[in-house]
């Protein structure tokens, strides 16, 4: 069993900066890639950024060059810092890992809310 619990979110003004952690336990090793995504309101689940095995990232274009993916695997932690926020970052986001070996099994977090003011 993998569970996955995030933190870092809330209340900030346009332009500045969040840091997300995701704590994940159970079987999980470095070769697993995990991702951040969010969802806004009326809107589907959307990839933020993913982090495979050697560390090789992947951002949303609507991110790239504010957002930054990282993860410590000696603790089973995966980091998004956010930098530069606009409002229309704001959303619920979630961390997830793919333990899956012959097809995907994934896994998800409850979710931290990140609001950003005008």
């Known amino acids: 069993q993998v569970q996955l619990v995030e933190s870092g979110g809330g209340l900030v003004q346009a332009g500045g900066s969040l840091r997300l952690s995701c704590a994940a336990s159970?079987?999980?090793?470095?070769?697993?890639?995990m991702g951040w995504y969010r969802q806004a309101p009326g809107n589907q689940r959307e990839l933020v950024a993913r982090?495979?095995?050697?560390?090789?990232?992947i951002y949303a274009d609507s991110v790239k060059g504010r957002f930054t993916i990282s993860r410590d695997n000696a603790k089973n932690m995966v980091y998004l810092q956010m930098n530069s926020l606009k409002p229309e970052d704001t959303a619920v986001y979630y961390c997830?890992?793919?333990?899956?070996?012959?097809?995907?099994?994934?896994?998800w977090g409850q979710g931290t809310q990140v609001t950003v003011s005008s």
């Open positions: 997830n890992v793919d333990v899956g070996v012959v097809r995907p099994l994934i896994y």
């Open positions: 159970g079987k999980i090793s470095s070769i697993n890639p």
């Open positions: 982090i495979n095995s050697g560390d090789r990232t």
